[in-house]
């Protein structure tokens, strides 16, 4: 099978749902994140462009994160889930992680995780969320009492930044590992993560203008 694009892998990973009548109920928003157990800064070379918003940015930056959540805030399903915020953004959920209670993420740019709380606002597409709504869900969240992780926490769990190619190459040697090892259920995930990658070279694409012409 060809190797699939990187967006349309993740596409496909969050939005595919289970038809099934019985899944549980979507629990109350706003709802905090259960735990933060690891947290990983990276710099991309090349930037890739961030889907999980409306305004669609260039990420070049970012935090690689596992976060311990209550699975039933992540079961797929048939209509809209719970959005993943970081402080005043959208959170890039990598896998699904209702089996294994685990969810493996991108948090876009620059971030303070001491400062930043990190919660599950009220259903709905993340490609959707405008900055109005993030501050709206915000709100909420701040009406909660929900709070960033304690600085001691946060120095714990962070590993060094990390600096890699590109989007597919934070996926495939890193992000891969996360999933083996906190959401092993998901492993075929990390599997497509590693596939190999169809490479045209200049001259390749210089012949197939050619032939277009």
Not at 24 to 48: C, E, W
Not at 104 to 122: E, H, N, S, Y
Not at 143 to 162: G, N, Q, W
Request: contains cysteine.
């Amino acid at each position: 099978m060809k190797a699939l694009g990187l967006s349309v892998c993740i596409v496909i990973l969050t939005s595919v749902a289970i038809a099934r009548d019985d899944l549980p109920p979507v629990p109350k928003t706003p709802s905090a994140v259960i735990d933060l157990v690891f947290a990983r800064p990276f710099t991309l070379t090349k930037g890739y462009k961030y889907n999980w918003s409306k305004v669609r940015p260039i990420v070049r930056s970012g935090t690689l994160v596992v976060l311990k959540v209550d699975p039933n805030l992540v079961v797929p399903r048939n209509s809209a889930e719970p959005v993943l915020y970081a402080g005043n953004q959208t959170v890039q959920r990598l896998n699904h992680g209702h089996k294994s209670g685990h969810v493996i993420a991108i948090i876009p740019g620059k971030i303070d995780l001491t400062q930043a709380p990190i919660w599950f606002g009220r259903p709905g597409l993340p490609e959707r969320v405008t900055a109005q709504m993030i501050k709206s869900e915000r709100a909420l969240a701040d009406a909660a009492k929900i709070r960033p992780f304690a600085a001691k926490k946060v120095k714990t769990v962070t590993k060094e930044r990390l600096k890699v190619s590109d989007l597919f190459s934070l996926l495939r040697d890193y992000a891969a590992n996360l999933v083996l090892e906190y959401s092993p259920q998901e492993k075929n995930l990390a599997e497509t993560w590693r596939l190999p990658v169809a490479r045209v070279s200049p001259k390749q694409q210089r012949e197939r203008k050619r032939r277009r012409k």
